[in-house]
């Protein structure tokens, strides 16, 4: 049993658009995007959440954004209160009023201010913590003015050359973090144990903890074994789609 218990009761979430194909990526396999086979694994993600016990809040298909079913970035969510996110690409500009919609219904809200910006998916919550990453998206500014409105510890790892930090770090739970050879000796992360997949399984370092069970990109066995071994349970779930997309599990959904 996890003495540190992250058990979230809500995953807020977005299907896919209809513009989803023309996500800002890099992959390689962007122009086979499937927009079908994305909502398919998105449906599936999503009724794993809710078999998880989490209530799943659905905000609206926005299909004039393509990104706009990576819905983590759109805010941050501690301590009781929600940072609506400031994004620094001007084409992902306007998923967040939506968003900052639904998460009004049940905490108070605050939206980030020019000139920072912060995207939700540089952000790890690692019990009563954040860590941050200063990246291509988040900014310094930024990061003030999360931890000026959540009122939490924030600690940063700054590498500019990287779009976001939780692509290479994500927290399990019971002081374990999955991170990548590249930051699992950074400063920002001392104390916390750490498993370091190989080099060919670094995208299932993005892992989506719910209590002791961990979600993981299926196809990438070792790191699998890795955080079964450290005592979770492993739920394997297709997210090709969203890998072409540049994303992966934690963009999916804002949980808390």
């Keep these: 049993m996890n003495p540190y218990p992250m058990e979230p009761r809500h995953a807020l979430v977005r299907e896919p658009g209809d513009g989803y194909a023309g996500c800002l990526s890099t992959h390689p396999l962007h122009h086979t995007v499937s927009l079908e086979k994305a909502r398919e694994q998105h449906a599936a993600y999503c009724g794993t959440l809710k078999e998880l016990g989490l209530e799943v809040i ?13 819905v983590e970035d759109n805010a941050v969510v501690e301590n ?18 939506a968003v900052a919609e639904a998460l009004e219904q049940l905490m108070p809200v605050r939206w980030v201010e020019a000139p920072a910006t912060i995207e939700g998916g540089d ?62 000796r950074h400063p920002a992360l001392e104390g916390f144990n750490m498993l370091v997949p190989p080099a060919e399984d670094e995208y299932a370092a993005d ?4 209590g002791d069970t961990v979600l993981m990109a299926e196809g990438y066995d070792t790191a699998q074994r890795m955080v ?27 949980l808390f």
């Excluded at 659905?58 to 079913?69: A, F, Q, T």
């Excluded at 892992?207 to 719910?210: D, E, F, G, P, Q």
Aim: proline share 5%; glycine share 10%; with cysteine.
């Design 58 to 70: 659905r905000v609206p298909r926005d299909d004039g954004h393509p990104d706009s079913c990576f």
């Design 80 to 97: 009781g209160r929600a940072l609506i996110c400031r994004m620094a690409k001007q084409s992902r500009r306007g998923e967040q009023p």
């Design 123 to 184: 952000v790890i919550h690692a019990e009563g913590r954040l860590i941050c990453g200063v990246t291509d998206r988040t900014n310094p500014e930024g990061v003030a003015q999360m931890q000026e409105w959540l009122g939490v510890p924030v600690s940063t790892i700054f590498d500019p050359g990287i779009m976001h930090l939780k692509s290479y770090v994500t927290y399990l739970g019971n002081g374990i973090m999955m991170a990548t050879e590249r930051y699992c």
């Design 207 to 210: 892992t989506l903890a719910v």
């Design 228 to 254: 079964r071994e450290a005592g979770f349970d492993v739920l394997s779930l297709d997210v090709s789609e969203i890998q072409k997309c540049d994303g992966a599990l934690t963009c999916l959904s804002i």
